[in-house]
């Protein structure tokens, strides 16, 4: 049987680092086991989901590189909702309720104040067929509770291991509103039966979910998926992500102009032992993928890192690559060779691009010193062995060195205090350039 593994965001926002990290363990999971990977959109929510935000995510994981088998939409499944609620009622799973939220409401605060759990009481249970009638004729309209059996469910989870939830102290959970629509338990459930889902893994938010999920699978006959739960995203302090830590939106990190590949390295290894390996492509991570890595532990997600692995990323990245991602006309593979151990975002390559191209404004302290180096460059082309050539002349003819002798002459060139190694800018800079920088001229 084919593995087949879903990603179920709903589109009432933009994906956010927590999400995405779903999203690709997913993924990851999918291409370990040769297996399939369906993007569902939980759009039963009409007032908040938007389309904006449906194309935003499918945008987002296209932009990490997670591609899908399959897209469904909840929203066109209205029909297997129905029969499925149909073969619910017809076995006596689900049962009608008619309170309303405010008698509810008052039902909660009573039992929490005679210090019993807030449970509901099954009183729909009870009612009269004149009490039914009774309800009907003021017009009200049911809403639909599943039948919980009070007992424990266990299952044998992918990160938790054994998991048992007792279902005595929940309470029978609504499937139904009373005006028709379902909530999120039965097209989730109704969903991962008709597509064939074999693994579940999502945030451990859903743990008490599944024990009831898993009664839905068994009362609808079907079989019962696998599951795992990862803990939720921390703050490096431990304490909940903020703004400014990564429940930013994914479109606000690619904005900083980050590495899709970033990541996923970092996302791929959270919340596993395994070191953080920056991976210039998914098939690597996918290669050190393996669910039974996750701990219960919870995952630490430090944006610090995230830097430090983008620039690793970028350090290491080809030309080919590179020429994809860079916007600059005329930059060369010597050029992205020259500069690329010196980014920490893809972004910083424009800044030295303008270096290298001109017009710069040249940083001269030591007017003299330069115009007498400037006599010193070499005759003829230059290339990658000039500089040394150069630098070693001035040495000898002026007496000076180190510090001294590297960055008058760097600053004049660059205009910068700090950068690529000046063998290379020397050569992209040009003679021409070169010349008239060390006359303290824009150029
Ligand atoms: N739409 C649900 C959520 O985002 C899906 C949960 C699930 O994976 O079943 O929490």
Redesign the pocket.
């Known amino acids: 049987m084919t593995a087949k593994f879903?990603?179920?965001?709903?589109p009432t926002g933009f994906l956010h680092v927590g999400?995405a990290r779903?999203a690709l363990i997913n993924w990851l999971y999918a291409k370990k086991t040769g297996g399939q990977f369906v993007l569902?959109l939980?759009d039963t929510d009409e007032e908040r989901s938007t389309e904006e935000y449906a194309v935003g995510i499918q945008d987002d994981l296209t932009w990490l590189g997670l591609d899908w088998d399959d897209l469904k939409k909840q929203s066109s499944r209205k029909e297997e909702y129905d029969r499925a609620i149909d073969a619910l009622k017809s076995s006596g799973r689900v049962y009608a309720c008619y309170e309303t939220a405010e008698e509810l409401e008052y039902k909660r605060k009573r039992q929490i104040a005679r210090k019993m759990p807030p449970v509901y009481d099954r009183s729909a249970l009870k009612l009269t067929e004149d009490e039914i009638e009774k309800f009907k004729a003021e017009g009200r309209k049911p809403h639909w509770r599943f039948l919980l059996d009070q007992e424990k469910v266990t299952w044998q989870d992918d990160v938790r291991g054994e998991v048992s939830v007792d279902c005595a102290s929940m309470s029978d959970p609504v499937l139904i509103r009373s005006d028709g629509r379902p909530l999120?338990h039965l097209p989730?459930v109704v969903d991962?039966i008709d597509f064939g889902i074999t693994h579940?893994?999502?945030?451990e938010?859903?743990v008490s979910?599944t024990a009831l999920?898993i009664q839905i699978f068994k009362a609808l006959g079907a079989d019962v998926p696998a599951f795992a739960h990862l803990p939720l995203l921390m703050g490096p302090d431990g304490g909940p992500l903020s703004k400014r830590e990564g429940s930013q939106s994914l479109r606000e990190l690619r904005g900083t102009g980050l590495e899709p590949m970033s990541i996923n390295s970092l996302l791929a290894r959270l919340g596993t032992s395994d070191n953080v390996d920056a991976q210039g492509d998914l098939a690597a991570v996918v290669e050190g993928f393996d669910i039974n890595r996750f701990s219960r532990a919870a995952a630490k997600f430090d944006p610090a890192e995230l830097k430090n692995i983008n620039a690793r990323i970028l350090h290491e990245m080809s030309w080919e690559q590179a020429s994809k991602r860079l916007n600059l006309e005329g930059a060369t593979e010597a050029f992205w060779l020259a500069v690329r151990g010196n980014l920490e975002t893809i972004k910083d390559a424009e800044g030295w691009w303008n270096v290298v191209c001109g017009p710069i404004t040249p940083v001269v302290e030591d007017p003299e010193f330069l115009a007498k180096a400037a006599e010193l460059l070499p005759e003829g082309p230059l290339d990658a062995g000039s500089w040394k050539i150069w630098t070693t002349a001035v040495k000898d003819a002026l007496g000076v060195k180190g510090k001294a002798l590297f960055m008058p002459l760097r600053q004049a060139l660059t205009g910068r205090s700090h950068g690529p190694e000046m063998n290379n800018m020397l050569v992209l800079i040009g003679r021409e350039k070169a010349l008239a920088r060390l006359a303290g001229k824009q150029a």
Do not use: C, E, K, Q
């Not at 879903?6 to 709903?10: E, G, N, Q």
């Open positions: 879903r990603f179920a965001p709903s999400n779903l569902r939980d999120y989730s991962d579940v893994i999502r945030g938010d859903h979910n999920h």
